[in-house]
């Protein structure tokens, strides 16, 4: 039996069943589709997203597909430079979301079970039994990470309050049979608060489009080639011809946020636990932090020495950066309406984003560089442990703690979780983040 099951085989659920393994648990991914997906929402990764793959070891799987490097980000559409971020990577990588989520899932040690729909979930005192394509799994938990239209936080009854959408927007990557003149060629991230046509790699074209047709048809109304086409020759003349629809889907601009992260056995997580218009690029990157902020947690918690809360920790740190997310993207929506009064308000914000001290505040929060949680006094960007532990540089490790904490030789003191944040610098203090963050020494090392 496994120690956790994971619904949704997406960048959130795969990163999330990473982190387990790391930490020595059994894991099994439970996914509907039968094989991995080929396409692609999300085609950017944010600095901290890149910083956290890094210092996993997961980067340089991804780094042959990378497209570019862009030195800035946007806020619906305008351009926040990100060059003197305190980061290794002060820059977004261009790269397809399914070629992230390949890269994770090639490190995963138990292959991902596919053809698994979840269509049932039971909990009690000791664990959860999920009903996956027709066949029952037990586990002591469970992490749903199955997207927006969450199968788990329906079947739970989980409230999920927000707003609905109001726009109703299409996506879809096409060949193009006859190309606008001025059309860039090169790979190129969506710097539009939306509505865009842009190359991706391999005769590709990625396009967004919101216009009165998209409006009027509902949202599972499948979307034709004849559609896309009408929608293109509105936006770029007569002279675009569309060739094939590689793929298409609707989407909104719902802004909604699970009221509980944790329901008793079961942790949501990415897209499950928080939906937004996907403007500024931050879907992914707040899927990939909930998985390894959760990750180690959960970890502790089965291993049984979790000090009290920590699990509980993932809801209080995790909900009020995607309720962050949640009001930046709405903001962004509103600056990005085609009428007066929303042009007036976004060339305010224009002018007040050329105040390098506003843009830089923007450009931390958007790239997830400037994230810290309380009790956290900063980012660390070191090396992850391989097996999960936490990493204490430049001090001396009191008794009991190694089985939970990697030492490091380093001339600046500290102590980063096993998610990357720095929770002791240096200074009194180290035993108390040891108990705070990590629980008890272990006692037979202390007796010995
Ligand atoms: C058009 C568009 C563009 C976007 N662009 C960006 C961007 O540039 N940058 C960015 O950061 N974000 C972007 N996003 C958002 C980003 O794609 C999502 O936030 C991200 O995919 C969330 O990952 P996830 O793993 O939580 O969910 P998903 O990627 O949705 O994965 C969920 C997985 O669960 C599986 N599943 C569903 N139901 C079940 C079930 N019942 N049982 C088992 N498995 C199930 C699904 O098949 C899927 O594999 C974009 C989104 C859209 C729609």
Do not use: C
């Not at 500024?280 to 009290?308: E, I, M």
């Amino acid at each position: 039996m496994p120690d956790v099951l994971v619904a949704g085989a997406g960048p959130t659920g795969l990163l999330a069943a990473f982190e387990l393994e790391r930490a020595g648990l059994d894991v099994l991914v439970l996914e509907r589709d039968a094989q991995p997906t080929t396409q692609s929402k999300a085609l950017g990764l944010q600095p901290r997203s890149v910083e956290v793959l890094a210092e996993r070891g997961l980067l340089a799987a991804i780094e042959p597909h990378v497209q570019v490097r862009l030195p800035a980000g946007h806020f619906s559409g305008l351009p926040i430079g990100y060059t003197d971020l305190p980061t290794r990577f002060p820059y977004q990588l261009g790269v397809e979301q399914a070629h992230v989520a390949a890269a994770i899932e090639a490190r995963l040690r138990t292959p991902v079970l596919r053809d698994a729909a979840v269509t049932a979930v039971a909990q009690d005192d000791d664990g959860v039994t999920v009903t996956a394509g027709g066949r029952d799994h037990r586990a002591g938990w469970l992490v749903a990470a199955d997207g927006g239209h969450s199968t788990v936080r329906t079947l739970l009854g989980a409230a999920f309050p927000g707003t609905s959408a109001r726009i109703s927007l299409v996506v879809a990557d096409v060949t193009l049979a006859a190309k606008p003149t001025g059309l860039a060629d090169g790979w190129q991230l969506p710097s539009q608060a939306s509505g865009y046509l842009l190359p991706l790699s391999g005769g590709r074209y990625r396009t967004v489009v919101f216009g009165e047709e998209q409006q009027r048809l509902g949202r599972d109304e499948p979307v034709t080639a004849d559609e896309v086409q009408r929608a293109l020759t509105a936006a770029h003349g007569p002279g675009i011809e569309v060739g094939e629809v590689l793929w298409a889907s609707r989407f909104g601009d719902a802004a909604r946020q699970l009221e509980h992260y944790r329901h008793s056995r079961v942790l949501f997580a990415g897209d499950a636990a928080h939906i937004h218009l996907p403007v500024g690029g931050q879907g992914l990157n707040l899927g990939l932090q909930d998985a390894v902020n959760l990750g180690w947690k959960l970890a502790a918690q089965v291993r049984g020495h979790a000090p009290d809360g920590l699990l509980d920790s993932y809801h209080d740190e995790r909900h009020p950066v995607a309720a962050r997310v949640l009001l930046s993207t709405r903001a962004q929506a509103v600056l990005g309406v085609p009428d007066p009064d929303a042009a007036a308000v976004r060339e305010i914000v224009t002018g007040l984003l050329a105040v390098p001290e506003a843009r830089h505040a923007v450009a931390l929060e958007i790239s997830g560089i400037g994230l810290t949680y309380p009790g956290v006094s900063a980012r660390a960007d070191v090396p992850a442990a391989a097996d999960g532990r936490a990493v204490l540089a430049g001090a001396a490790l009191p008794d009991g703690w190694a089985d939970r904490v990697e030492t490091r030789a380093g001339a600046e003191p500290q102590l980063v979780r096993p998610d990357g944040y720095v929770v002791w610098s240096g200074g009194p203090g180290l035993e108390d983040a040891l108990h705070t963050w990590l629980g008890q020494p272990t006692t037979a090392a202390l007796l010995a």
